[in-house]
């Protein structure tokens, strides 16, 4: 973020929500400057690295929707990691060790038929939604998970028709062929959850 004036710079290298406000946190240029309350400031966004954190963490949605119509819908998601180093999807369940290698190469299978034949008009579907209209958006999950608060305002994502959905605020793409490709590496046992491993193309 720039001051209009160009005399203050705001580089911002990471965020944290915490009593419902979003904390920018990053650097001043010069290091003693502020912006002002009111002040108008101008946003740049590095366009290449906001389109590969799109399609990093829609993979990671991709791989719940993967991971269902393989048969696994016994695992539930209960953490993501989606950043281009090292991302993931933990799962709480069991996967038997003969079965990890067979699910990665189905994992891998339905992921790539998913971005392949998923229709051209079939958007990504990102809505901010009342609490009431997002339970109903979310009726095949069970409704709004219990850490929303009742009369909340959510955002609900669902990358394709038969995506259950789920409340996110991340940057996703578009339409689901623009992940472009997926790869879901490794699976490991991560204390009482499996860590499902994943790059994209």
Not at 117 to 127: G, L, R, S
Request: net charge neutral.
């Amino acid at each position: 973020m720039v001051s209009e004036d160009g005399a203050v710079k705001f580089t911002l290298k990471g965020m944290k929500i915490q009593n419902d406000a979003v904390w920018h946190i990053g650097v001043y240029e010069p290091e003693d400057s502020s912006f002002s309350v009111d002040q108008k400031v101008k946003c740049h966004v590095d366009e290449d690295k906001r389109r590969i954190h799109a399609r990093v963490h829609s993979a990671g949605h991709l791989l719940d929707i993967a991971m269902m119509r393989a048969g696994r819908s016994d695992l539930k998601p209960s953490k993501g990691f989606h950043f281009a180093t090292g991302a993931y999807v933990e799962y709480i369940g069991n996967i038997d060790q003969p079965d990890r290698e067979p699910l990665i190469k189905k994992l891998n299978e339905v992921s790539k038929d998913i971005i392949e034949n998923t229709p051209e008009d079939m958007n990504v579907w990102k809505k901010m939604c009342s609490y009431e209209e997002a339970n109903e958006a979310l009726e095949k999950a069970g409704g709004c998970p219990p850490y929303i608060k009742e009369g909340s305002i959510l955002r609900v994502l669902k990358l394709t028709e038969d995506d259950w959905g789920c409340p996110c605020g991340g940057t996703h793409v578009g339409h689901v062929a623009d992940i472009k490709g997926i790869n879901i590496t490794k699976i490991q046992k991560k204390g009482k959850a499996f860590r499902v491993s994943y790059s994209v193309a």
